[in-house]
């Protein structure tokens, strides 16, 4: 017996798009095609989108998730990786939430706050990004984030919040983009890049490695995979792919 893209969709609480992103990326590719191209799934089909979707649930990254089903991973190591990795975010997020409570109670005339402890829990997280692209990129690294520092230096907390609102919309309009068909080297995609690439130079101007890089740190780097992910699936993907061939074309 064969199952549609449909039927799995309400079968599972999945969407069809997201299976066919799961057949593009190689993670659960379907048995054939029936009439007019349907994609088609059998019985082995559905127990392994419910493996999937069960190490999807635990919070495992999609990369991950082929590993363990390959055999390449241990199920049992992995999930335990992600757990250290889900600890540490806890941790993140708890600084994050001491300082929302204490900014409320500041707003609400209880208690003083300084202008430094407005963003902490934030310069702790962008030092630990620091030191992890330092590792991976070598000492380079240290220029562009001082670079940014000196240029966001007497930001406000509403420069910092608009420049966060407008990186969330580029990400929406990106998504439109790869919900219509689009191709990482289409123009209309491109143009979105430039303006991607224009919002990175107000913090630092990234030659073509730097570029690059920085689109393999949004598919590598889970914290921002789960920002362009959650905007659309494989978007995180999709949007380095389009900053290398920009890179291609514009930078040297």
């Known amino acids: 017996m064969a199952w549609t893209t449909a039927e799995v969709a309400r079968m599972s609480g999945t969407t069809a798009r997201t299976l066919r992103h799961y057949d593009a990326v190689g993670l659960l590719v379907p048995a054939g095609t029936g009439p007019g191209g349907v994609r088609l799934y059998e019985r082995e089909h559905l127990l392994r989108l419910q493996r999937i979707l069960v190490l999807r649930e635990l919070g495992v990254p999609l990369g991950l998730v082929g590993e363990v089903l390959a055999g390449e991973r241990d199920e049992v190591a992995a999930l335990r990786e992600h757990a250290d990795r889900l600890e540490a975010e806890g941790s993140r997020l708890a600084r994050l939430a001491a300082t929302a409570r204490r900014t409320a109670a500041h707003l609400e005339g209880e208690g003083e706050m300084t202008e430094t402890e407005f963003f902490e829990g934030l ?27 000196e240029r966001t230096g007497d930001w406000s907390r509403a420069d ?68 362009y992910d959650g905007v659309e699936p494989g ?9 290398v061939a920009w890179a291609g074309e514009h930078l040297s």
């Open 123 to 149: 310069a702790r997280d962008r030092a630990q990004l620091q030191e992890q692209l330092v590792d991976r990129y070598g000492e380079g690294v240290r220029g562009a984030f001082a670079e940014a520092a």
């Open 160 to 227: 910092l919040e608009r420049a966060g609102q407008e990186h969330r919309e580029l990400a929406e309009r990106l998504a439109e983009r790869v919900r219509a068909g689009a191709e990482p080297g289409d123009g209309a995609v491109q143009a979105l890049v430039a303006e991607h690439h224009a919002s990175v130079a107000q913090h630092w101007t990234p030659g073509r490695a730097g570029y690059t890089g920085l689109g393999d740190l949004y598919v590598e780097d889970e914290r921002y995979r789960a920002f």
């Open 235 to 243: 978007l995180a993907g999709f949007l380095r792919d389009a900053m």
